[in-house]
């Protein structure tokens, strides 16, 4: 089969071949992909939005958590199908390819879900930048904000640029730092309620916005929960530097995305039960006013707002990760100019890759945040969640056109005797029909906010506009190899 822009695949579908250049290296098992997953969904959505979900439908925060899981599980179903016929960097970009072979299809998705990473990375910074000013009392205003975002995604360029190994081992350490606020969270709820400080009859009550219906209110308050529960996906942008993808990545995934959603609903109640629906929503700062509620006589307060920083500091790491492993799959596979697939000997990590999104992360922070001002978290957060949903209705359709094609085989991994294909993960009966209409149906309308229809338009648009340039560079490469192979032209 071709790859997309005419370049032929290897002999492994995109797994480069011996003397075509340095490879990944595969050092992720079973503990570090599950720390991976679960660090990856936990961060920025829990912190930030907490108070908005809570806005958006009353105290029943936990209700489209709950759904949005489901959306989720049922989506990862078809991933793990997926990745495990096709275990390679690419992502939901290759599953596109193979599904459906149109160049300009599979290049939007790419970077819709490119978008998505770095659109989650830069306002993970900028909340990073916000709390760690307000942790330290410093008042250095937007411009201050700006500076310290930056420096933090060139920080993690260079963690990223010694190699994934690093990088998941720092991803290891903000995991259980991100995960001790969450647990510091719940544990306070339970404080109070021995105290008899809590109101549970909040946490039944459905109350919406402007006098919208409970279903228009829960199925916004589902959208903007998506973004909580996201970050699974970028897992099978691991998959050619994880030992035994085929094996291993159905259980983690399933057992990650149970973890958080269980810690998801108890961070819910607890913070619905300790702060008012109206305080919650309004804060900058959800978590923080649970702490201070709850636990008035501890100064939990004081270094909150630092944990709260490791916390966002692990989202950026890791759609960081992912965003420079996409472009390197997908520029091996010639979707993206081929020198952004370029692998640092030593470290053997893709270094041109991560030095792009890089750049294209800080242009994010200083064009995008500073105009959104006080609401970029959420309204790039709802962006982040829409362009996913896009995103996740497609790979859900590729995993039912691409039900009856074989699995690449996995380099190193013997053929099954007598010839036969490898097992692979199967997503159960219809789940890919449900998992492609529920998202499609959270991309409505009535499920996002006009202003994330903004953002993620004008993304396609330089999309778009990237996509023409990269037809024309390989239109021209085509031309100068057909000029020097045609005898004619040879002659002529």
Not at 8 to 14: D, I, L
Request: charge should be neutral; glycine fraction near 10%; hydrophobic fraction near 50%.
């Amino acid at each position: 089969m071709s790859a997309p822009g005419g370049g032929e695949e290897t002999a492994t579908s995109g797994v480069p071949q011996s003397g075509s250049g340095p490879q990944l290296k595969r050092v992720m098992g079973t503990k570090l992909l599950l720390l991976f997953i679960v660090g990856d969904i936990l961060g920025t959505g829990v912190y930030a939005l907490t108070g908005r979900i809570a806005g958006e439908i009353g105290g029943a925060a936990w209700a489209p958590i709950l759904i949005a899981f489901a959306v989720a599980t049922i989506t990862a179903l078809s991933y793990l199908e997926l990745v495990t016929k096709y275990p390679q960097a690419a992502g939901a970009a290759l599953y596109t390819h193979k599904a459906f072979g149109v160049h300009f299809v599979t290049f939007l998705v790419t970077f819709a879900v490119l978008c998505s990473g770095i659109t989650s990375a830069s306002t993970a910074a900028k909340f990073l930048a916000e709390n760690f000013l307000v942790g330290f009392g410093l008042g250095w205003g937007q411009f201050g904000v700006t500076a310290i975002a930056v420096g933090f995604m060139v920080l993690l360029a260079l963690i990223n640029l010694r190699g994934v190994g690093e990088s998941i081992k720092f991803n290891v350490f903000l995991t259980i730092v991100e995960l001790t606020g969450l647990l510091i969270v719940i544990g306070i709820g339970f404080w109070a309620m021995g105290q008899g400080n809590v109101d549970f009859s909040r946490t039944v009550v459905f109350e919406t916005e402007s006098g919208k219906s409970i279903f228009l209110a829960l199925t916004a308050a589902t959208s903007l929960a998506f973004f909580s529960m996201v970050g699974f996906e970028d897992s099978v942008n691991m998959a050619e530097e994880t030992r035994d993808p085929a094996r291993i990545f159905p259980k983690v995934m399933l057992t990650g995305l149970g973890i958080t959603v269980f810690i998801y609903l108890l961070v819910s109640v607890a913070a619905v039960a300790v702060v008012p629906v109206g305080q919650l929503s309004e804060s900058q700062t959800p978590l923080l006013e649970v702490v201070q509620a709850g636990a008035p006589d501890f100064p939990i307060d004081v270094f909150y707002p630092f944990l709260s920083i490791f916390a966002v500091a692990n989202t950026a790491l890791i759609n960081m990760l992912m965003a420079s492993r996409l472009l390197y799959g997908m520029s091996k596979q010639e979707v993206l100019p081929r020198p952004l697939a370029l692998v640092l000997p030593g470290r053997r990590t893709p270094w041109a890759s991560i030095v792009f999104t890089t750049l294209i992360a800080i242009g994010v922070i200083i064009l995008v945040t500073n105009a959104m001002g006080a609401d970029t978290v959420s309204a790039l957060g709802g962006t982040t969640a829409l362009l996913l949903l896009c995103v996740f209705t497609v790979v859900n359709i590729a995993c039912l056109v691409l039900r009856k094609s074989p699995p690449d085989p996995v380099e190193g991994e013997s053929v099954p005797d007598g010839g036969a294909e490898r097992k692979t993960f199967r997503s159960p009966g219809i789940m890919p029909w449900i998992g492609a209409l529920s998202c499609a149906f959270l991309v409505g309308p009535w499920a996002q906010d006009p202003i994330e229809y903004s953002i993620a338009g004008i993304l396609l648009a330089i999309g778009v506009v990237l996509w023409f340039f990269t037809w024309l560079w390989n239109r021209g490469v085509k031309a100068k190899r057909t000029r020097f192979t045609d005898p004619e032209e040879l002659h002529g």
